[in-house]
């Protein structure tokens, strides 16, 4: 027997009974920066305003209290052409950020920018974050060309459909949901990820299709 199959076998055994004591709970796993910058690339991914995003941005100067601060953001993000920056932070590292206070309040740096600082409040809000969820794990979904010329044809001639429409248009995918969520993460079919995932969703052709930053 494998290792992971040992693992599977604990997880499906009953927890014991011991008297007065208490069933643990097993420890969360702890909420890291590279966890929140991987959700945070999600939403950006599947959000059809976002046009391109660069990391790290460019170096930006501010004026916090008559001092200069020089300060280099983890994204640089434009939508609608216009460039804002963004830090990703844990809720412990915020508390050490030098832009923290200035941030709460609004802050722009010199060249025009505006500058905000997503945490686990922002970016794991619901029903966002679920939804975002639920669509990127259609991304390895093996659409056919047949299926993929179907889905986007119908979008082409109507502008938009509700999600449970434009799925009934698939022939060969097993999952037409799937499907037509899969090409939301090639960045080809705008979702409302603001709203949860139900049949009435509407899915319309994307503008432009979302540059990756890291060129995966």
């Known amino acids: 027997m494998s290792a992971q199959e ?3 076998l604990a997880d499906r055994r009953p927890a ?3 008297g007065s004591r208490r069933a643990q709970k097993r420890p969360s796993t702890p909420l890291t920066r590279n966890g929140l910058i991987a959700d945070f690339l999600g939403i950006c991914e599947l959000d059809p305003e976002v046009e391109t995003l660069r990391a790290p941005a460019d170096p930006a100067t501010f004026e916090i209290g008559g001092e200069t601060v020089e300060h280099v953001a983890d994204f640089e993000i434009v939508r609608d052409g216009v460039s804002s920056l963004v830090d990703v932070m844990t809720d412990d590292d915020l508390l050490t950020h030098s832009l923290r206070a200035a941030a709460l309040h609004g802050v722009t740096a010199q060249d025009g920018r505006p500058f905000l600082i997503e945490t686990a409040a922002s970016i794991r809000a619901e ?3 679920t939804t975002v969820r639920l669509v990127m794990a259609c991304k390895r979904t093996s659409v056919t060309a047949g299926d993929r010329v179907r889905i986007l044809h119908q979008l082409d001639e109507v502008g938009a459909m509700r999600l449970v429409d434009c799925a009934s248009g698939v022939m060969n ?4 949901v799937a499907a037509v969520l899969a090409l939301a993460c090639e960045g080809l079919i705008a979702v409302d990820i603001s709203r949860p995932i139900l049949p009435e969703t509407q899915v319309r052709r994307r503008r432009l299709p979302y ?5 995966f």
Not at 173 to 176: P, R
Not at 211 to 215: E, I, K, Q, V, Y
């Open 127 to 129: 029903p966002r974050f």
């Open 173 to 176: 995918t097993q999952d037409g």
């Open 211 to 215: 540059s990756d930053p890291f060129g």
């Open 6 to 8: 040992i693992l599977d």
């Open 16 to 18: 014991r009974r011991s």
